[in-house]
Structure formats: C-alpha cells, structure tokens
C-alpha cells in the first residue's frame, strides 16, 4: 500500500490517499485534489517540502507537468538528506503508529487498516494547531542549531 500524505500546517487540515500502486497519475492526482482544495479556500501558494527521495526528485517536475493550470502557484522544496526531523510528516506518521497500529492485530487485512486510517485521518485533525506551531518550533530549532555547527 503507498500513501499521499500532506497537511495544511495553519489548519492542521490532513489530505490523505492510498494507492495499491502508487504512480505518477496518482500521485499528481493527489498534488492537484490539495491544491484545488487550497485555492478554492482563498490560497494562492502551495509549497510541499518532500524528502530527498531520488524518485521525487526525477518525478516531481512530471507530476506537475500532469496538472491541470490551477489558480494557485505550487513550489517543490526537498528536505536535507537523512532529515526527517524537518519534516512534519514524520511526525503525524509516528502519531499514526502509536494511536491506529501499534496494538492492531497482525492478522488484519489491508482494507481494514486503509480504513482505520482514513477514518482517523479524514474525520479529524490529528494535530491541534498549537502541537503544529510546537512541531514547527522544534524544526526551527533544528535548523538554526544546524547552521551554527556547519
């Protein structure tokens, strides 16, 4: 199974998908279904910081050459290699293992677990926005104690 994960960081707002096969279709998809949603709530910029996968990289420019012209302005930043803690992502996928899987039994099939996922995370906000504003503090953080050792 292969996920779309993103979050509207000032809402805390989740977009999620899942895809047995996750391809470029797919994937531009979901890029195009968060950026109309944006853009239909008044945003006219959309950044997605993604990690620094080499199939982001290479594929990132085709999935945005599938899109259809939207009245929003969408940028790509990569993360640093080897930085999860930068990415906010993370940390909703570490709440995800602990609230929805960690004690779910082995045997359960696929669909259920989709299911369970897309119930936690399209029927709430998992990140109220004062954990938001915390994680991006501690990513600021991160950053600043990062530049002053290089």
């Known amino acids: 199974m292969n996920a779309f994960l993103s979050i509207e960081i ?3 707002e989740v ?4 895809q047995d096969r996750m391809k470029a279709d797919n994937v531009a998809w979901c890029v ?17 910081y993604i990690d620094n996968n080499p199939a982001h990289k290479t594929l990132m420019r085709f999935f945005l050459a ?7 302005d969408i940028q790509i930043k990569h993360l640093p290699p080897y930085s ?11 709440l995800i293992r ?16 989709k299911q369970r996922l897309s119930n936690y ?7 109220e926005q004062e ?9 600021d953080v991160s950053v600043r104690l990062h530049n002053l050792t290089t």
């Open 15 to 18: 977009f999620f998908d899942t």
């Open 66 to 72: 599938l899109l259809p012209r939207l009245p929003i």
């Open 131 to 139: 954990m938001i504003y915390n994680i991006l503090d501690h990513i």
């Open 32 to 48: 195009h279904h968060t950026a109309s949603a944006l853009a239909q709530r008044g945003y006219n910029k959309m950044i997605m």
């Open 98 to 113: 602990q609230k929805n899987l960690h004690h779910a039994p082995h045997s359960q099939d696929i669909g259920t677990v």
């Open 84 to 94: 999860p803690k930068l990415n906010i992502v993370e940390y909703l996928i570490h």
């Open 121 to 127: 995370l399209c029927y709430k906000k998992p990140f």
């Open 10 to 12: 000032q809402s805390g």
